[in-house]
């Protein structure tokens, strides 16, 4: 059975019923975040137990950014989103958290929206505080022109360039050669798909232009990209991450949610 950390319809601020302003009653919950290793000490700080933990969290985070823009660094690359939900749930002994963004500049790359789902997650109180994620589900939404940018910065072979249509044109960097391609990906092979294409500014004809596949190099963190498919000029794809560490400073988080400034996750 799974049970939804909502903090529409419970909170530890609820909870307290102080009859303060939210933020007044959200600090006075997450006292024990200043010096969890003092707290936990104690043996008798609830406020540091995972799910109190976790709750609290959700309930800050997405009561402070929640529709608005939202400044996070993720294992040393900036996130820069506007929150749209933030929801956790239990599964058994672990959490799984899904949360919404929309428009996304991930370390320098923009997306029109992103979904990201992370299973198997479990907190571990202390200094810092340790996250670990089993699978991390990533789906998406971005620009064709993004794509081809991070790809012309990879130094290929072919220069590319988005046609009116969506398609892409390649160039060769050395030979008189010219293409008009469509590509998708599943399972990390990039299907392409050569519409046209032409030699010293002579077609080649269709017949003698096979697809290729070929596989693409090994990404960050082992991700793994499930499919990547084009519609226009927009791309929807789908990730998977198998494991993901990190770790949570709880004082820093707290201080941010408080002033409203940007979050250093992990």
Do not use: C
């Not at 990533?138 to 360039?161: A, C, H, K």
């Not at 077609?203 to 793994?224: H, V």
């Not at 791309?235 to 990190?246: A, Q, R, Y």
């Amino acid at each position: 059975m799974t049970s939804y950390f909502d903090p529409k319809s419970w909170s530890p601020m609820r909870a307290a019923e102080l009859g303060k302003g939210w933020v007044d009653q959200w600090v006075s919950v997450t006292a024990a975040w200043v010096d969890p290793v003092a707290n936990l000490g104690a043996g008798t700080v609830t406020a540091l137990m995972p799910d109190v933990l976790m709750s609290a969290l959700t309930d800050g985070i997405l009561r402070r950014f929640g529709g608005q823009s939202l400044d996070v660094m993720v294992q040393g690359a900036p996130v820069q989103a506007v929150l749209g939900s933030l929801r956790v749930r239990r599964r058994g002994s672990f959490f799984q958290a899904k949360v919404e963004l929309a428009d996304v500049v991930w370390d320098g790359h923009t997306f029109s929206e992103l979904t990201l789902i992370a299973n198997g997650v479990r907190l571990v109180p202390g200094v810092p505080t340790r996250l670990r994620a089993e699978q991390i589900d990533l789906t998406g939404q971005t620009s064709i022109y993004t794509i081809v940018d991070w790809l012309n910065g990879r130094d290929l072979d072919w220069l590319l360039e988005v046609e009116e249509s969506g398609l892409i044109g390649a160039r060769h960097r050395r030979r008189n050669l010219t293409a008009v391609v469509d590509a998708s990906v599943v399972d990390d092979l990039v299907k392409i798909k050569v519409i046209n294409a032409r030699w010293q500014g002579l077609p080649i004809p269709r017949s003698i232009l096979p697809g290729r596949a070929i596989p693409l190099e090994r990404l960050p963190k082992d991700a793994r990209i499930v499919r990547a498919d084009r519609d226009g000029h927009t791309v929807s794809f789908t990730l998977d991450v198998p494991t993901i560490k990190g770790s949570l400073d709880l004082a820093q988080i707290r201080d941010a949610i408080v002033a409203g400034t940007g979050l250093i996750v992990f």
